[in-house]
């Protein structure tokens, strides 16, 4: 990859710089076995989970004409909970984002996680100093984060042309796309990697990033 002029680093949260993707098919393995249905298997997950959520778990096998998706919500917030006890950061995420600072760039957090979460869990992992804002979704339906980011660019006065966006999924693109940041995807994180490489260019340890911004 080339190197970059970018001042501002946009990361996303749950895959890029939290390490839940096996919490994550194993709160979805609770939940749809409550409901009779196959769980997915890793790569299964990998290759299908998208944003919104809704259509992930219509593709996934839940009745959504039976359930509220703020049932569904409220069961995967209570599920992953229970699975949440060791999670960790990605691999080299505090020596990388520390490098990051001490160059001057401004790092910024888009999650969908619920934004009191958010600031909870970047406090506990000592990381939250490292960011100008934190920005994370005021419900718990992970309904994406286009909308969010519009409102960080406008809040921070960020310069699109001088962004790059580090995400894990293809809504991450996505997002990059529609705020015109540029984007690189972390292949550790909810989608797989030849999902990912149709939409931008792919890493596969946060470390990478250092050489070209």
Known sequence: M???NCQNIVWDWNGTLLDDVQTGVDTLADMLCRRGITPLTVEEYKQTFCFPVIDFYRQTGFDLDKESMHDLSTD???????????LTLVQDVPEVLAALHATGKRLYILSALREE????????????????????????YANGKIDRGRQLVSACGIRPEETLMVGDTLHDAEVAQA??????????????EARLR??????????????FV
């Open 2 to 4: 080339n190197r970059t």
């Open 117 to 140: 979460e958010l600031l909870r869990m970047t406090r506990e992992y000592g990381i939250d100093s490292y960011f100008e804002k934190i920005c994370g979704s005021d419900n718990i």
């Open 76 to 86: 995967f917030v209570e599920s992953y909970e229970k699975h949440a006890g060791s």
């Open 179 to 192: 705020l015109g940041f540029r984007c690189v995807l972390y292949a550790g994180g909810h989608n797989d």
């Open 198 to 211: 149709t939409a931008a260019p792919v890493i596969h340890r946060l470390k990478e990033i250092l050489s």
